[in-house]
């Protein structure tokens, strides 16, 4: 039984979008209008904590006061000009990225996940030869919705009726480094994985399984890429996820968090397979722009200076004391998994109506693979947000009643 969903938006709104906007996503009825920090408010007035700022863009809440400035001074001096010129702020981001992931990283800036992972996939055919053209992804991955990351993403739920897909892609269960090594022959090119599966359900990479993956890669010469476009940018509290694994990756995608809100993207790679996306081989219009780099250069700027990192980790600490012993206490509570603030708790029954009861106290929350509660919390979140939010969500799973 579905509960009806209590509305808090003006009718008129609700009216344009009836009339005018695709139905493609099952939004709730609630219109959101102004952020800060960790807290949002709809047009009604209501309030909300937000423990799923953005779908994970906004690891620094919301409006970060340092990239809102970047962004306003940058939009009246320069918004637009195309990758036919250089521009300063795009080549000091490359280097601030770099520097951040593994010696001699160079970045091709896009706009979004999906687009970093086709650039992904065009390196991986690109730098090997032209008989290896097949890509191996993982079961429970999600790379995104264009036609080459949606057939990458392994989960027959979001084909349904798109076919026929991008030909040359293999799936391996995440994990079974066997049936990786069983799939590969003389036209594999690479692999595609996330270190920590987000939509997923917030699964890490099992011990060994990534530095299995980079030995494959190394004997048989192919490309290990690594989506971290949800787990990179600070969230796990190392910069990249995969410096939690000590496995360096040839290539890297980055979105999401990746400017503090703003939409861009990016995928690095070690210089050696730079070359390989020769010019005229692959593009991206708005790529790299001015106000993406700078909103990109202060989110660097702010979780440094404010030393976000190491927060990253009290605040999976926090987490892991309020909500691990659920799993021993709720009958309905199965299993408590974080990296930094990246954290699922798998239920034994469906999420959604845990998700409705947050929302209608006060607390926003996000529900993926039907059962698990994933939360992706800003780093700049309080000791005392962090427990108001564990109190919300405690006593919704408390009095859930199953249906
Ligand atoms: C969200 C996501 C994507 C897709 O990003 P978009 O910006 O929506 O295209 C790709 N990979 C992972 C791991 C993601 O979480």
């Given amino acids: 039984m579905t509960t009806a969903v209590q509305s808090s938006m003006s009718p008129a709104t609700a009216a344009l979008f009836a009339d005018y ?22 047009d009604q007035g209501q ?11 906004n690891l620094l809440g919301h409006c970060p006061p340092r990239v809102v400035e970047a962004v306003q001074k940058q939009v009246a001096t320069l918004i ?28 091709f800036f896009c706009n979004s996940g999906a ?3 086709e650039a992904a996939i065009k390196l991986i055919r690109l730098h090997t030869p032209e008989s290896r053209y097949k890509i191996i992804t993982f079961t429970g991955g999600f790379h995104g919705r264009t036609m080459g990351a949606v057939t990458a993403t392994a989960q027959p739920k979001y084909h349904e009726g798109i076919g026929p897909l ?14 990786v090594e069983a799939l590969i022959d003389d036209h594999t090119a690479g692999f595609l994985v996330e270190p920590i599966q987000g939509e997923g359900g917030v699964r890490l990479a099992p011990e060994g ?15 290990l890429a690594f989506d971290e476009v949800q787990a990179g940018c600070g969230r796990t509290g190392h910069w990249f996820a995969f410096q939690h694994f000590g496995v360096t ?15 861009g993207g990016a995928m690095l790679v070690k210089s050696e397979l730079a070359p390989s996306l020769r010019p005229g081989m692959h593009a991206a219009t708005f790529g790299g722009n001015p106000l993406a780099a700078a909103a990109g250069i202060a989110t660097i700027e702010t979780i440094e200076e404010v030393g976000l990192l190491q927060r990253a980790g009290e605040l999976e600490t926090l987490f892991r004391e309020r909500l691990e012993p659920q799993v021993e206490e709720l009958p309905i509570a199965a299993e408590f998994r974080a990296c930094g603030v990246m954290i699922g708790l798998e239920l034994l029954t469906p999420g959604a109506p845990i998700v409705q009861a947050c929302m209608e ?32 969500l405690i006593d919704a799973l408390r009095n859930h009643t199953p249906s």
Wanted: glycine content about 10%; proline content about 6%.
């Fill in 361 to 392: 106290r006060g607390l926003l929350i996000n529900c993926t693979q039907n059962t698990v509660i994933r939360l992706l919390p800003p780093l700049t979140l309080t000791d005392e947000e962090l427990h108001a939010g564990c109190d919300i």
């Fill in 115 to 117: 687009e970093a992972n």
């Fill in 209 to 223: 399984f990534l530095q299995g993956l980079r030995d494959l890669a190394d004997r048989h010469g192919l490309v």
């Fill in 249 to 263: 990756p040839d290539v890297m995608t980055l979105a999401k968090s990746l400017c503090g809100g703003v939409a």
């Fill in 80 to 107: 637009h000009v195309p990758n036919t010129w250089h521009t300063e702020v795009q080549g000091r981001w490359a280097k601030l990225l770099s520097e951040r992931a593994f010696p001699g990283a160079k970045a």
């Fill in 21 to 42: 906007v695709v139905p493609n996503y099952t939004r709730y009825p609630v219109s959101l209008e102004r952020g800060e920090g960790s807290w949002v408010w709809d």
């Fill in 47 to 57: 309030k909300y904590l937000d423990f799923f700022p953005g779908w994970g863009c």
């Fill in 166 to 179: 991008v030909a040359g892609f293999e799936y391996a269960p995440f994990g079974d480094l066997a049936a």
